[in-house]
């Protein structure tokens, strides 16, 4: 079965340093999404792209979040600086339009001290 | 302000029992309703989308609802089993777009045998 796959699935760094996750979404997919999930806030839409094009990333800090896909097969997710309050389980989703599924990856999870 | 209520929080049920998990929402204009099952440690796995002409939809052993005219829609699991154990989150989606995506905080399901 095709799946979303994230890298790194893990990561623990100091406060200050930089973060990129990475997330290679299914072939054929148009629309590609990152989510954020915390225990307190539950699920929430950072940024999303339709055909490679930033639509929306009204969710994302921007100050130090930033989002961008190179080419179809990658998709970044970066923050800089990082801090603690960015700890968090980040998820990236694909799909081919509005009315249809999303498949997620198992996401990164991120912890910063 | 748009918001996904869901009951209940959490809910214990033995193996083979049925049960229904329920979600309140206000968001308008209505695009479509989504319910996920989303497994300790993994990404959400879509079960059914919704949109405003469909007040039912099944995967196997899972059945959702909705009532666009009360803003109310219902997961009912049957038959279940230990792997039902899990969150379920519910989704709405306004017409605007996916940046107006509203989440719940889900429902967290324990089979026990």
């Known amino acids: 079965d095709a799946r979303v796959t994230q890298t790194p699935r893990h990561k623990v760094t100091e406060m200050g340093q930089e973060v990129t996750m990475r997330c290679q979404p299914i072939l054929g997919h148009n629309t590609v999404f990152w989510y954020r999930q915390t225990m307190m806030q539950g699920l929430e839409l950072l940024a999303y792209?339709?055909?490679?094009?930033?639509?929306?990333d009204s969710g994302m800090p921007k100050d130090r979040f930033s989002a961008e896909m190179p080419d179809a097969t990658l998709a970044t997710l970066k923050i800089q600086p990082s801090e603690p309050r960015d700890s968090a389980v980040y998820f990236c989703?694909?799909?081919?339009?509005?009315?249809?599924?999303?498949?997620f990856g198992d996401g990164t999870r991120l912890s910063i001290l | 302000k748009n918001q996904v209520e869901q009951s209940p929080q959490s809910l214990i049920i033995l193996e083979g029992k049925n049960c229904t998990l329920q979600c309140n929402y206000t968001v308008s204009p209505f695009s479509n309703l989504r319910w996920y099952k989303q497994d300790t440690g993994r990404g959400p796995v879509s079960l059914t989308i919704?949109?405003?002409?469909?007040n039912t939809k099944s995967n196997g052993r899972y059945t959702a609802t909705l009532d666009a005219d009360t803003k109310q829609s219902s997961l009912h699991i049957t038959a279940s089993q230990l792997s039902d154990s899990a969150s379920y989150i519910c989704v709405v989606s306004d017409a605007g777009g996916y940046q107006k995506v509203t989440f719940g905080i889900g429902t967290k399901l324990q089979v026990i045998p």
């Open positions: 919704m949109t405003f002409s469909e």
């Open positions: 989703a694909s799909g081919r339009g509005r009315d249809q599924p999303q498949l």
């Open positions: 792209f339709r055909n490679r094009a930033p639509l929306d």
